[in-house]
Nanobody, 115 residues
Framework: QVQVVESGGGLVQPGGSLRLSCTASGSIFGITTMGWYRQAPGKQRELVAV???????NYADSVKGRFTISRDNAKNTVYLQMNSLKPEDTSVYYCKVVQRSWNYWGQGTQVTVSS
């Protein structure tokens, strides 16, 4: 079993920045992709950014140039640096960790962008 814990959400004004962190623990051998997804009320969960164990990244078009995903394999931690935040970025952000054929999700962290 893999436990996934996110942190770093909060309230920020438009144009501001936040950094999310997600750490995997437990039986962590074989973890490959780590990533961030988000879900706003009444909407489906969508991909924000993912990163492979070798550092290859993929971003949603809506966040390209504003968000940066990074990873510290020694700490089993993935980060999401979010800059130039917009009200439409308001969502619950979830971390996903992939281990072989299993997906593990965190509980989510709320990000609210509002003046």
């Amino acid at each position: 079993q893999v436990q996934v814990v996110e942190s770093g959400g909060g309230l920020v004004q438009p144009g501001g920045s936040l950094r999310l962190s997600c750490t995997a623990s437990g039986s962590i051998f074989g973890i490959t992709t780590m990533g961030w997804y988000r879900q706003a009320p009444g909407k489906q969960r969508e991909l924000v950014a993912v990163i492979s164990s070798r550092g290859s990244t993929n971003y949603a078009d809506s966040v390209k140039g504003r968000f940066t995903i990074s990873r510290d394999n020694a700490k089993n931690t993935v980060y999401l640096q979010m800059n130039s935040l917009k009200p439409e970025d308001t969502s619950v952000y979830y971390c996903k960790v992939v281990q072989r054929s299993w997906n593990y999700w965190g509980q989510g962290t709320q990000v609210t962008v509002s003046s």
